[in-house]
């Protein structure tokens, strides 16, 4: 039985539904879930990774766990899943913990803690989402406009349906122990680009407006730790040049490329109508 954290996150939905669909049994975990929020079959059990002991109904019989970077005390959280007898984890970190791990502290954190955990382990460390676009939804729904900073500068943001792809394949099969997988999009595309695709798949125009730094923070701080925005910023600002890399780990564990950003844009085009 495999348990999925984050599971009403943009990933974590995809991959309780594609581990489903592969006969999988699957306990879908969240703070706040319910039955409404996964397909039928599927256990869902609200638990909080900020509270490990919260976790143990959750833990109960698994033989392998899907790990967010989320709370404060990874090592609680895989002694919890330890004493439930978890043999597997594979934790969803962030690029940035391999690039910036200063910046990047909190998941270069969890990723040490996997890994002195004595439990098979593989860590993922996503690029940026395309699913970040959802920030847009409401400018462009009402406004048909869409602000961000760096305007033309590029990075290869990744499709979290790929990101959950690939999570169900290591999940699922043997020879990942061990591994850090590094999860991008098949180019790297800038802000301007990705706001032009969104107007393509909607059929009307997006105008796009760029914004300083400055302007930037000062939004992004209304619903992330300071830090976080600095670090963020970096990276979409300055990005370094592996940051910027087109990675082959998607495409080598799928069979199959990395979907483009337009694809993404095509299939939640209704978030922005």
């Not at 002694?79 to 940035?96: C, D, E, N, P, T």
């Amino acid at each position: 039985m495999i348990v999925v954290t984050g599971a009403t996150g943009n990933v974590g939905r995809a991959l309780v539904a594609g581990l489903t669909q592969a006969g999988e049994t699957v306990r879908a975990v969240a703070r706040h879930i319910g039955t409404e929020d996964v397909p039928p079959g599927v256990r869902a059990v609200p638990a909080d990774l900020a509270r490990p002991h919260s976790l143990a109904p959750a833990l109960e019989g698994a033989t392998s766990l899907f790990l967010l970077v989320a709370g404060e005390d990874p090592a609680g959280i895989l002694r919890q899943a330890a004493a439930a007898g978890v043999a597997k984890v594979v934790l969803l970190s962030s690029q940035g913990a391999g690039t910036r791990p200063e910046t990047y502290a909190h998941a270069a954190g969890f990723e040490a803690a996997v890994a002195a955990s004595g439990l098979s382990f593989t860590v993922l460390r996503s690029g940026g989402l395309a699913s970040n676009a959802l920030a847009w939804a409401e400018p462009i729904r009402l406004h048909r406009t869409a602000a961000a900073p760096f305007a033309d500068v590029a990075l290869p943001f990744v499709d979290p349906d790929d990101v959950a792809a690939v999570a169900a394949v290591v999940l699922r099969g043997d020879g990942h122990d061990g591994a850090t997988y590094t999860l991008t999009g098949p180019e790297a595309t800038t802000p301007r680009l990705r706001a032009a695709a969104i107007a393509d798949v909607l059929g009307e125009p997006v105008t796009f407006v760029e914004q300083s730094r400055e302007e930037a923070h000062a939004q992004m701080v209304r619903f992330m730790p300071a830090a976080v925005a600095e670090g963020t910023l970096a990276v979409l600002g300055t990005p370094a040049p592996e940051e910027q890399a087109v990675g082959t780990d998607v495409e080598r564990l799928l069979g199959r490329p990395a979907g483009p950003f337009s694809t993404w844009a095509a299939r939640n085009v209704a978030a922005f109508r």
